[in-house]
């Protein structure tokens, strides 16, 4: 396989290869690594891209991408976690410079107490900001503030061969396309300039509604977007062709004065037998979730960690799925196909495979920020399906036929199985990618939808 | 072109200390328990100088320091395994950060043990830089305190040095070396009302420790400086063990006769 030749490319004086295991948040594909390097220091990353035999390197963080984007296996990671300084803030512009291994989360509770927040954020706070760039992700305000690419001012990227790279829109804008949405295949991030957002505390005007169609949910969604910073829906996803769903929206509140302190959430300590998870328990649980919001329908003052992370709130949810692991589906598909999507959700509701976290959006028009940039016009939707072997893979090809029959896209940091040919149809324009690829990165994603060495 | 901003809007102060730390000087500020040690500093609103070699990493950590809360960080750039080099740092610290009251020695070395068993430079290496420098560093700095009468003196050794085992002995015994030093000048202090603190850490996660089996179920760096901060601010102990479980390890371990532990392949 093409990992041993980078493992006997490197230099090394053991025998035997040391084999680290890497799990991504699915916990599937089970990979091992051949090394992973921890630097501490920026100054330590020249050496190590140096040291690498090429295609053999590629940056890791937090490891929230769900499927193999951010695997290598059978070669080398760089574990960026050490990298988690915050080299600058200037309150009054609301401009922070941190090096890529800083989490989300760190930068929240830096800025926030002082009036401001982050421009975009995924549902989770615990990501990097390089992981954050490298899959140009995207949050419950995509239809107003576009995609947390679009608001990286400045990079540097340690590349290989030209050593510290600085990327803007004036220097290196190129660079700075393909780095955003780029995989971590450009190179390391050393150090990212982000501007924040004045908010005026840490609470959110908050309000949920019931809906019982899809064109219920367009409908709020429409009226939504212009009043509300922030939309998103969960749906039921055993409810087919008419899904019963809540559908939330906020905006920052006000001072609310109050300072919250959240308490730390329970954790899972290890995975749940594979059983506790059946389309019973499931389907009890979606409606016991759809029973409860939509008898709280209404308006609220929340703080803003329940309203952005609720899922932080449970440490280590992923082992919910059991030792199998998980796999999620995000795909968008363009409103004009809404039949399409229809048929998605009732192929899924037919299955009875679905999961309770079924989590819909509608995405703005911004232009993309970054050259393999996912969101773009349409309906995104984001469901996990448990990993059951040949049955689970097999339902998720067969939705597959209808992402790429619509024209709609599937989202690389979801992924773990998708085709070559979906790729293709999901980012036609993949190969003008190529050229800003580091010789020394690849990853196991790239390689598996690419068919690069 | 970025303007650096010190904010006490976002210092917590945990609890009241029993002592008054509040100006803690850092020998050895790039190691990887310091780093955590800072950030928790730095977060309780404390003035912090850092020493260590490089110029370069002192300015990353200056910076990060400062936008997380610590009210005033000043760094020195110094080899401390030199110890020619002590007398201008202890100055520095006099002259530019008077009147602190708490020193963190935290650098130290370690060596894969069957080099220093093949040279007797590497050996030798190993010794001054865990002990030797050491001791003269913290000799300088107790002198201060103990004419001021006031302060608190820590130093990170390690659970090694409580017994020595066939797989790391020289690092152990300059370790354990180390703590024999502390607990004598704890006692010379005593009567100034200078504290001194041996922390001893089981195996921690960090750069010094990545390349040892196991490495991935070694302690996490946050919790330990959580122990190690708490233990600054209050007045006891006088030793640390951190994770706590290692007291009652290396208790265990030191019973063992040595007839059985010679055998042992520890």
């Known amino acids: 396989m093409s990992g041993q030749s980078a493992a006997t490319l490197r230099k090394q004086s053991a025998a035997s290869p040391p084999i680290k295991r890497v799990l991504s948040w699915g916990r599937y594909p089970k990979t091992a690594h051949y090394h992973v390097h921890k630097p501490s220091w920026n100054d330590q990353v020249p050496e190590i891209l140096r040291a690498a035999a090429p295609g053999s390197l590629l940056p890791y963080g937090l490891g929230r991408s769900y499927g193999d984007s951010c695997l290598n296996a059978g070669r080398e990671l760089i574990d960026c976690r050490r990298l988690n300084r915050i080299l600058g803030f200037d309150e009054s512009t609301g401009m922070v410079r941190c090096e890529g291994g800083v989490s989300l989360s760190d930068i929240i509770d830096v800025v926030l107490p002082v009036g401001w927040f982050l421009p975009v954020t995924p549902g989770t706070r615990f990501v990097t900001v390089g992981g954050a760039i490298a899959n140009d992700v ?34 290196n804008a190129d660079m700075l396309r393909a780095t955003v949405g780029g995989l971590g295949l450009t190179g390391v991030i050393a150090w990212a300039d982000i501007q924040l957002k004045r908010v005026a505390g840490s609470w959110v005007d908050a309000e949920s509604t019931p809906f019982q169609s899809l064109n219920a949910f367009l409908d709020l969604s429409r009226d939504s977007n212009d009043h509300f910073e922030y939309t998103v829906a969960w749906l039921d996803c055993f409810a087919g062709k008419n899904p019963r769903g809540i559908f939330f929206r906020g905006n920052h509140a006000a001072d609310h004065g109050k300072e919250f302190h959240p308490k730390r959430g329970p954790k899972l300590p290890f995975a749940l037998p594979a059983c506790m998870l059946n389309r019973y328990s499931v389907r009890a649980f979606n409606t016991a979730y759809y029973r409860i919001h939509a008898a709280k329908k209404g308006a609220a003052v929340v703080p803003y960690e329940s309203f952005f992370y609720p899922l932080d709130s449970i440490r280590q949810w992923n082992l919910l799925y059991g030792r199998q692991g998980f796999l999620q589906y995000q795909c968008v598909i363009p409103e004009t196909n809404l039949d399409a999507f229809e048929e998605l959700l009732d192929r899924i509701a037919r299955s009875g495979m679905g999961s309770f976290l079924g989590v819909l959006k509608q995405f703005g028009s911004a232009p993309p920020a970054g050259m393999l940039s996912f969101p773009r016009p349409g309906l995104t939707i984001a469901l996990d399906f448990a990993m059951r072997g040949e049955r689970t893979l097999k339902l998720m090809q067969s939705l597959d036929e209808i992402v790429r029959q619509s024209g709609g896209a599937l989202y690389p940091a979801k992924d773990a199985r998708m085709s070559p040919a979906l790729f293709e149809t999901s980012f036609p324009r993949w190969r003008g990618f190529v050229p800003y690829i580091d010789p020394k990165m690849s990853s196991s994603f790239w390689r598996r939808v690419t068919g690069a060495q | 072109m970025m303007t650096l901003t010190a904010q006490p809007t976002t210092s917590r102060p945990a609890t009241t200390p029993a002592t008054a730390m509040k100006k803690i000087v850092i020998l050895g500020a790039t190691s990887g328990i310091a780093l955590e040690v800072q950030r928790q500093l730095a977060h309780q609103g404390r003035e912090l100088l850092l020493v260590a070699r490089s110029p370069q990493r002192l300015a990353e950590l200056q910076a990060d320091l400062a936008v997380r809360g610590a009210q005033q960080v000043l760094t020195y750039s110094a080899d401390l395994a030199s110890i020619q080099q002590h007398a201008a740092i202890f100055e520095f610290a006099r002259h530019n950060f ?19 068993e093949g040279s007797v430079d590497v050996l030798l290496e190993e010794l001054r830089v865990n002990f030797v420098s050491a001791t003269a560093i913290l000799t300088l700095f107790a002198a201060d305190l103990e004419r001021r009468r006031t302060g608190c003196l820590a130093a990170i050794t390690s659970v090694a040095g409580d017994r020595g085992r066939r797989s790391n002995y020289v690092y152990g015994s300059a370790k354990g070396a180390l703590s024999l030093f502390l607990q004598g000048l704890r006692s010379r202090l005593y009567p100034a009302g200078v504290r001194v603190i041996t922390i001893k850490p089981g195996p921690v996660q960090s750069s010094m420790t990545d390349h040892l089996p196991g490495s991935a179920r070694f302690a996490d760096p946050e919790q330990v400086a959580r122990d190690i901060v708490r233990a600054l601010e209050r007045r006891s102990p006088d030793v640390l063990y951190t994770p706590k479980v290692w007291r009652y390890i290396m208790t265990a371990v030191q019973q063992i006769p040595e007839t059985i532990f010679k055998r042992l392949s520890l």
């Open chain 2, 98 to 116: 008077p009147d602190f009251d708490t020193v963190l020695l935290a650098y130290g070395s370690m060596h894969d043990q069957k080099e220093s």
């Open chain 1, 138 to 171: 995207h949050g419950k305000n995509h239809h107003c503030a576009g995609t947390f690419g679009a608001h990286v001012r400045q990079i540097g990227l340690h590349r290989s061969n030209d050593g510290l790279v600085v990327c803007n829109s004036e220097e």
